[in-house]
């Protein structure tokens, strides 16, 4: 007999009562998988009518060897199954992280980011917290296969990752001004910590969509990364 554990995922929805949120995907992502999906489909379901879908695929090529191609195969590969579940239950529009990048809006956001992480404390400790989380998952996983692990090398990789996400997360706020997405993974919880941390140039808008964490049982809770962990 195989027993199959019920996936469920669920929303807080704080004081959200819109019907159109973004929804940023990352294919290699626990929470875009199977069930995993599915589960978080059924959970935006009945409250979501429109999603404006941000495919992250370029995005991860820091994680693919710096392969784009890779990286945006990947994307086409999960589309080919989880896009008819959200034309099914949604209507929605989408873009890919090279549309991210091509905004006139990118560029500054990334060079105001990458000074930021050098020259502000909160903004280099609310990047390196969320990086954290990544960086020790990626260490376990090491050490389970024997394989070597340079904590040195993987930090300033995700630094780098980090950065460009935030500076585009930006960018497709903007283009969706209000709006949350809703999201399972490690997330930044306040939208504006990195306009409070800018005084070099006020003039470029770093603002983050809210975020509407997504808890799957299977999971566990959408983590807000920024801020420090509880002592156990």
């Keep these: 007999m195989t027993w199959t554990r019920t996936v469920r995922a669920a929303v807080d929805w704080k004081s959200f009562d819109g019907d159109r949120i973004i929804l940023p995907i990352c294919a290699r992502s626990p929470g875009a998988k199977g ?13 979501v009518r429109h999603v404006h879908m941000i495919l992250c695929d370029t995005l991860d090529r820091y994680n693919l060897g710096g392969d784009a191609t890779a990286a945006k195969a990947a994307m086409d590969g999960w589309l080919s199954t989880a896009l008819p579940q ?4 949604f209507t929605f529009d989408l873009k890919r992280w090279d549309d991210v990048r091509d905004d006139p809006g990118f560029m500054p956001r990334l060079a105001l980011m990458t000074e930021l992480y050098r020259s502000s404390p909160e903004a280099r400790q609310a990047i390196d917290r969320i990086a954290n989380y990544y960086i020790d998952g990626a260490e376990k996983r090491a050490d389970k296969t024997g394989l070597p692990f340079n904590r040195l090398h993987q930090a300033e990789r995700s630094a780098v990752y980090l950065i460009e996400e935030f500076a585009g997360t930006a960018v497709y706020g903007a283009w969706h001004p209000g709006l949350p997405e809703a999201y399972w993974g490690v997330y930044v919880g306040d939208p504006q910590i990195f306009n409070r941390c800018n005084v070099i140039d006020p003039s470029v808008d770093l603002t983050l969509p809210a975020t509407l964490p997504v808890r799957i049982n299977r999971l566990g809770p959408a983590i807000a990364g920024e801020v420090p962990r509880a002592v156990a």
């Design 86 to 89: 959200i034309a099914e239950n």
């Design 35 to 47: 069930r995993n999906f599915q589960a978080t489909v059924a959970a935006l379901r009945g409250r």
